[in-house]
C-alpha cells in the first residue's frame, strides 16, 4: 500500500448491487462492462458484493420478498453476463457480518444532516411509494455503503452514474475518519462507463417499475416483441419520408449493440434517404441484440442447471472476503480503542 500526505492507494476494487430482481441491458452497459474490463486487469484486485442487507432495508415489513432467492438471482445473472469466480472475489454482504460492526462505528462519525441532504435519499422519499422506507435502516444506507467500501480498504468503485452521490458521503465519511482516528482508510473514487445511457423501449429511464426493459434474461421472441414496438422517429410516417436518427431512440441502441462502424453509418444514411423502413431496421437491431444475449443465455442454462455451483461460489467468496474483513476491523477497533 503506498502512501502519501493524505492519501492512500490500493489498486483495489469493491462494487455491489443490491439484489431486488432481474438485470436488465442498462446494468450491463452502465456497470458490469466495467466490472467486466477490470476483471481482466491483474493491476488491481476484485470484490464484487451482492449487497443483500441494502435490499433488506426497503423490503423488511414485504412478506413476499425471498432475500435468498433473489440472491441467488443475481449471481446467475452476474456469472451469465461474464463475471468469472475465478478472476474476482464474489460474495454476499451477510456473509462477512464486519460490515455491520463498521456500519455502526462509522455512523458515529456520520452527521444527520449530511444524510438529510443526501439526494438520493430525497429523491427516494417523494418517489417510491410502494416501498416501506421510511425507517432508520434505509436513512443510514449510504453509511453501509461507506462501510463496505473501506473494509477492503478499496480505492476504485465502478458503479452506475445514480451511486455518485453515495460516494462522495463515502469520502466525506473517510476523511473524517482518518481526521479524528488517523489515516487508515482510501478516499474511494467512483469509476463510470463511457457508453451513453439506454433509454428504455419508450424512450424513460429503463426500469422494472415502468415496464420498458430489455433483459438480460429475456427470450428471443420477448426481444422481438419489445423491439418491434419501440417508438421511433416519430415524425417518419411512411417509408418514404427521411428520418432523423439523431432523434431515434432505435438509432441509438444501434450505437451500443453494433461494434462494426461503418454498419452503423450504413444504418443512418439509409435512414436519412428513406432508404430502409423502421421495421427492417428494428428487425435488424432485434437480430444484433440476440446475438449479444445469445452467450449469456447458454451460460445461465448451464447454471440454472448447476445450483450446487453458486453455493460453492458464495462459500469460496467468503471466505476470501472475510480475511480482509477481519484485519481491517482489527486495526478499526484498534484506532477508536474499543
Ligand atoms: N447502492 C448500490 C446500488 O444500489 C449497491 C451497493 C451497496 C454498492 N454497497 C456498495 C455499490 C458499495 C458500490 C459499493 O446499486
Ligand atoms: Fe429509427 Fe431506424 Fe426508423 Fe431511422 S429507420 S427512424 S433509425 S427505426
Known amino acids: 500500500m503506498e502512501e502519501n500526505q493524505n492519501t492512500l492507494k490500493t489498486n483495489r476494487i469493491l462494487s455491489g448491487m443490491r439484489p431486488t430482481g432481474k438485470l436488465h441491458i442498462g446494468h450491463y452497459f452502465g456497470v458490469l462492462v466495467n466490472w467486466l474490463k477490470f476483471q481482466?486487469?491483474?493491476s488491481y484486485e476484485k470484490y464484487y458484493m451482492i449487497a443483500d442487507w441494502h435490499a433488506f432495508f426497503s423490503e423488511a415489513t414485504n412478506k413476499e420478498f425471498n432475500l435468498k432467492k433473489v440472491t441467488?438471482?443475481?449471481?446467475?445473472?452476474?456469472?451469465?453476463?461474464?463475471?468469472?469466480?475465478?478472476?474476482v472475489v464474489i460474495f454476499r454482504q451477510s456473509d462477512v457480518p464486519e460490515h455491520l460492526e463498521l456500519h455502526i462505528i462509522l455512523s458515529a462519525l456520520t452527521p444527520m444532516s449530511w444524510l438529510e441532504r443526501n439526494p438520493t435519499y430525497k429523491d427516494a422519499l417523494e418517489n417510491i411509494k410502494n416501498k416501506d422506507i421510511r425507517n432508520y435502516a434505509f436513512f443510514g444506507y449510504p453509511v453501509l455503503q461507506t462501510a463496505d467500501i473501506v473494509l477492503y480498504k478499496a480505492d476504485t468503485v465502478p458503479v452506475g452514474e445514480d451511486q455518485l452521490p453515495h460516494l462522495e458521503l463515502a469520502r466525506e465519511i473517510v476523511r473524517r475518519f482518518n481526521y479524528y482516528y488517523g489515516l487508515t482508510f482510501p478516499e474511494p473514487q467512483s469509476i463510470l462507463t463511457k457508453a451513453a445511457k439506454i433509454l428504455g423501449i419508450d424512450r424513460r429511464k429503463m426500469s422494472k417499475s415502468y415496464n420498458n426493459a430489455i433483459y438480460l434474461s429475456d427470450s428471443s421472441d420477448e426481444v422481438n416483441k419489445k423491439v418491434m414496438s419501440m417508438i421511433?422517429?416519430?415524425s417518419r410516417i411512411k417509408?418514404?419520408?427521411p428520418g432523423h436518427p439523431d432523434i431515434c431512440?432505435?438509432?441509438?441502441y444501434?450505437?451500443?449493440f453494433e461494434s462494426d462502424k461503418e454498419k452503423i453509418e450504413?444504418?443512418?444514411r439509409s435512414c436519412i434517404k428513406a432508404e430502409i423502413g423502421c421495421v427492417q431496421c428494428k428487425r435488424e437491431l432485434a437480430k444484433k441484440i440476440n446475438e449479444f444475449l445469445e452467450p449469456i443465455r447458454e451460460k445461465r442454462s448451464y447454471y440454472e442447471n448447476h445450483k450446487d455451483e453458486l453455493y460453492d461460489i458464495l462459500e469460496e467468496g467468503k471466505k476470501k472476503a472475510k480475511q480482509l474483513a477481519v484485519k481491517t476491523i482489527e486495526e478499526v477497533k484498534d484506532r477508536i480503542k474499543i
Open 232 to 234: 421511433t422517429d416519430e
Open 254 to 256: 444501434w450505437n451500443i
Open 249 to 252: 431512440n432505435v438509432f441509438s
Open 40 to 42: 481482466e486487469d491483474s
Open 239 to 241: 417509408k418514404t419520408d
Open 266 to 268: 450504413w444504418v443512418k
Open 72 to 87: 441467488l438471482d443475481i449471481l446467475i445473472d452476474w456469472l451469465s453476463a461474464g463475471i468469472d469466480p475465478n478472476k
